[in-house]
């Protein structure tokens, strides 16, 4: 029997002849939260508590709301909403509130002591009139970036970042107020670097792990009109207490021959200092030069793809190919690629450019690709293990890996960028990804026409 979350990709994946049936979505009708807090305390935003540039958001769509528990800062501690119009942060609750949301969580004691607790909510209505029903996948994707972007620029000041992805999303949605057509997807906890409670998390693992809501059962939701917001309440956790802790990251070789990546061209720190210089990302990028790609250049963007945190959500089931075009030293090929090893394993050879742009609805925007990073996951084996929760995790850490490897390209004079409209089941047949995997993202990476003169 198949998962709900398996029935709703393979409704929502691009297809030549059509991307599932639509249902008519009323968002007029739907009431839309008012964020203008009139008569909150507001005080400035510092660099402090947001990263300075947004997340590669899908087509500078703006997707994601971001709200904020801050302890111990500059600012009264509470529950704060981040207007990133004005650049401020605007209070709209205290301690009561504080306490609601931090019941919503199964590491209670571990959330409480942090410094900052980000929360994410997608925004549907910004979305689903461009994606229809990938709406809901693409903006978990857009949440996962928003996370990394926080992640990265908080780590480049030292301090400790968690990404948690379990809580009981109706608590976290009614202790935030949030408004019909916004969604609680995610949450990440920053600590001081010498916090003796991040430091404990680190020994044991915590972000390697993820919450099953494997033994919850599942609304049929009849009175949800679409596809996604089914699939929404299918991810819901409604019961902390029924949930299982599980840890799992994939190690084991492939076959295939290996080629070890070279090390990065720059230390870590080059990373986290360079990245506060990044001009800011324009919401749609030209089209790509025709480049030869660096073999350090090369290696150093998928080394630095781990950066933030390889497994942040998914606990490891999310699998990474590298389909290879033009890179210095390296065969052209589709190749799985394993962080822990740093090594990639060809599967398939001499794959041609001309096939590979027509597995895209516009095949000019692939033109020039010195290589590409598909995300792909086994949907049975994840909802096996983590129930129907899996699929978000998946298309969190697809957008969170795709945020990475978005700033580790621009640094080094590259640019990445996230391909919506794919023909899922050429770019398998053509790459020789297993039947068993759907493809979650696919990410293009090259020299961008405006960077020329670099």
Not at 372 to 394: H, K, M, P, Q, S
Not at 418 to 432: G, P, Q, R
Request: charged content about 25%; some cysteine; hydrophobic content about 45%.
């Amino acid at each position: 029997m198949q998962f709900y979350s398996e029935t709703y990709h393979e409704s929502t994946r691009y297809a030549p002849r059509g991307v599932g049936d639509p249902i008519a979505l009323h968002w007029e009708a739907m009431p839309l939260a008012d964020k203008r807090y009139d008569g909150a305390k507001r005080y400035p935003l510092s660099d402090s508590k947001s990263p300075i540039h947004a997340p590669s958001f899908a087509d500078g769509l703006r997707s994601v709301a971001v709200y904020a528990l801050i302890r111990n800062g500059n600012v009264p501690d509470g529950v704060y909403y981040l207007d990133q119009e004005s650049q401020e942060l605007v209070c709209i609750g205290t301690r009561q509130k504080m306490a609601a949301i931090v019941d919503a969580f199964p590491e209670k004691d571990f959330v409480s002591k942090a410094e900052e607790l980000y929360l994410y909510a997608g925004l549907m209505d910004r979305a689903v009139w461009r994606f229809r029903e990938a709406a809901y996948r693409q903006v978990e994707m857009d949440v996962g970036a928003a996370c990394a972007n926080t992640m990265l620029y908080a780590k480049s000041k030292g301090k400790k970042v968690f990404p948690l992805g379990a809580f009981v999303d109706d608590v976290v949605a009614v202790a935030l107020g949030l408004g019909g057509t916004e969604v609680p997807l995610a949450a990440v906890a920053v600590f001081p670097e010498n916090s003796s409670v991040a430091f404990y998390s680190v020994d044991e693992g915590l972000g390697e792990f993820a919450y099953s809501n494997r033994n919850e059962t599942m609304d049929p939701g009849s009175r949800y009109a679409a596809r996604f917001m089914l699939q929404n309440r299918g991810e819901c956790i409604n019961d902390a207490t029924k949930c299982i802790k599980v840890r799992r990251v994939a190690t084991k070789a492939l076959p295939g021959e290996e080629f070890p990546l070279a090390p990065a061209k720059f230390p870590n720190d080059y990373f986290y200092r360079e990245m506060w210089f990044l001009r800011p990302r324009p919401d749609s990028l030209p089209l790509f030069l025709p480049v030869t790609m660096d073999l350090d250049v090369f290696s150093s963007i998928l080394r630095w793809m781990e950066m933030a945190q390889f497994n942040a959500f998914g606990a490891g089931l999310l699998k990474v190919w590298v389909v290879v075009f033009d890179a210095m030293f390296v065969y052209p090929g589709a190749y799985r690629y394993v962080p822990v090893r740093k090594s990639l394993y060809m599967q398939a050879g001499e794959l041609s450019i001309k096939k590979f742009v027509k597995c895209f609805a516009v095949p000019e925007q692939a033109q020039n690709t010195a290589f590409a990073v598909i995300f792909t996951a086994d949907l049975n084996e994840a909802c096996n293990l983590l129930g129907e929760r899996a699929y978000r995790y998946l298309n969190l850490n697809a957008g969170f890996l795709g945020e990475s490897l978005d700033i580790a390209a621009r640094l080094l004079n590259k640019n990445a960028r996230a391909e919506h409209y794919v023909y899922h089941d050429d770019i398998k047949k053509l790459c020789a990804i297993p039947d068993g995997e759907s493809v979650i993202s696919t990410v293009l990476v090259g020299k961008s026409l405006q960077d020329k003169s670099l």
